[in-house]
């Protein structure tokens, strides 16, 4: 019997775990994770905050109209009572006073006529010129997804729509982002010279709407999908330290040397930052390619206000977006205990999650005094109250959210064929960055080197 195959994969954020949870069911291969920090989970975290016990500090939904998530959740064995969906309640966006977002949009952009009629949200230069759009030729975006928002729709639409949305989820500036980076606008512009006769096309096609909520999370908040993901691999004995960093990785023979322990295969499953430097020596070139990739940073606020302070016309709302022309540094703000019914603290306060920063909008310079200063002015200015919070949380994500450029999937395909077969790059600064593309890519990852021969 040939001995398994010894891979280390290193991070233990989402990606690292969901590649450790792919491996150790294969007796082919012996694996082991490293993680740098003193807990799993990187980019999320889940404490009690405001007399609740499991609050998140980051992510606190994942989609569930992509199947990768919801059947991760199933195979680490979250069943159905351990898991919830969002009450359903909408979202506005902050321009001049809170708006309803218009019905009938795809991620923003207009598939609908009427809402965007009567919406409040735009003004009727901004409408009229929206409405040139299913006249206008053919774009070509040269894969910015702001260019082509703003050559279709005119800046209204992409500010104060596609850009809050879009930016909000990925803290990022479309502008300055891939538009193949967001697979449902980019088959859209990819079909249709027109998106908004496009939008209505796929609209009128789409199933009829069923109950079945898009969004899904562990009851436990989303450290659950985190430990049920490490018992899943430390139960088939797979070995998980924290703790550990990985500093250098050479060549040795067929197999890696990283640092102390030597392995047949390695999943890099740390941001591409991190990742750049140990690559230095098996491929400079990948190292200088992802040394480029930038990251924006984010700080997520948990706050309480007191029942009596809330306004009774912001009940039934999940929370509200800023655009980016009226943005100081917060960026939105999730109305957490509308949003989530189990999110409601005892005392009847409201449980709010405050975002500040995001590409080109940096907030590494602000102290924690500034940060929540800047969040009780922003956000009690944005609701019209003098915001008197009675809890108070402050979680910093430094490069938190990485750019994905235009042209990026053709940078990280470039630099993936650079890199020997049995060293592969996992996580969300490659395909993808919500919690599912962080998962199906660790499938990826690990489909490569289970191709590959010893
Ligand atoms: C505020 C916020 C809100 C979000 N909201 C959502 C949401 O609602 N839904 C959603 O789907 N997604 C959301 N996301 C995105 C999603 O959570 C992340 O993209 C995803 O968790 C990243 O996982 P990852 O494993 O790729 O990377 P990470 O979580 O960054 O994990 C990488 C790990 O590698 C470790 N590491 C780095 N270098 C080394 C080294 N040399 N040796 C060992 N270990 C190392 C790090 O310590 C880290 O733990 C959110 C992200 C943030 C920050």
């Given at each position: 019997m040939t001995a398994a195959r010894r891979v280390l994969i290193v991070g233990g954020g989402i990606a690292g775990l969901a590649a450790g949870v792919e491996l150790v069911d294969d007796p082919a291969f012996e694996v082991e994770i490293w993680e740098a920090a003193d807990r799993l989970g990187g980019k999320i975290a889940t404490s009690s905050f405001a007399g609740l016990d499991h609050i998140d500090e980051a992510a606190d939904a994942y989609l569930t109209r992509v199947p990768h998530a919801v059947a991760f959740a199933r195979k680490v064995g979250l069943g159905i009572d351990d898991l919830t969906a969002p009450t359903g309640v909408g979202a506005m966006v902050w321009h001049d006073g809170l708006h309803d977002i218009p019905g009938g949009i795809l991620l923003g952009v207009p598939a609908a006529i009427r809402p965007f009629v009567t919406t409040s949200l735009l003004s009727w230069k901004g409408k009229l010129r929206a409405a040139a759009e299913p006249l206008l030729p053919r774009t070509d975006p040269d894969d910015s997804l702001g260019r082509l928002i703003r050559t279709r729709f005119g800046d209204e639409v992409h500010d104060r729509l596609v850009d809050s949305l879009v930016g909000s989820i990925y803290a990022t500036d479309t502008d300055r982002s891939s538009l193949a980076a967001v697979p449902q606008l980019a088959d859209l512009a990819a079909k249709h010279r027109s998106l908004l006769l496009g939008g209505m096309a796929v609209r009128r096609r789409a199933p009829a709407p069923t109950d079945s909520p898009i969004f899904g999370a562990p009851r436990r908040g989303m450290a659950g999908l985190v430990e049920a993901a490490a018992s899943y691999v430390t139960g088939r004995g797979g070995v998980i330290t924290t703790g550990r960093t990985a500093t250098s990785i050479e060549a040795d023979g067929p197999r890696w040397r990283v640092d102390d322990g030597t392995f047949d295969a390695v999943i890099l499953a740390s941001p591409a930052r991190h990742t750049a430097p140990l690559l230095a020596t098996v491929s400079p070139e990948a190292s200088t390619g992802l040394g480029s990739f930038e990251h924006a940073d984010v700080i997520m606020m948990r706050l309480t206000v007191a029942a009596d302070q809330?306004?009774?016309?912001?009940?039934?709302r999940s929370g509200y977006l800023v655009p980016k022309p009226d943005q100081r540094y917060v960026t939105a703000a999730s109305f957490a205990s509308q949003k989530w019914a189990h999110w409601a603290p005892p005392d009847g306060s409201q449980l709010l999650r405050v975002s500040l920063g995001r590409d080109g909008l940096p907030t590494a310079h602000l102290d924690r005094d500034a940060a929540i200063a800047a969040t009780i002015d922003e956000t009690g200015r944005h609701l019209g109250f003098d915001l008197q919070p009675v809890d108070i949380s402050m979680t910093r994500w430094t490069d938190a959210f990485p750019q994905y450029r235009p042209h990026h999937h053709r940078l990280v395909a470039d630099l993936e064929s650079v890199l020997p077969p049995t060293i592969v790059l996992a996580g969300a600064s490659y395909h993808g960055i919500g919690i599912p593309a962080c998962i199906s890519g660790a499938r990826r990852a690990t489909a490569r080197i289970k191709d590959t021969p010893r």
């Open positions: 809330w306004p009774q016309q912001l009940t039934g």
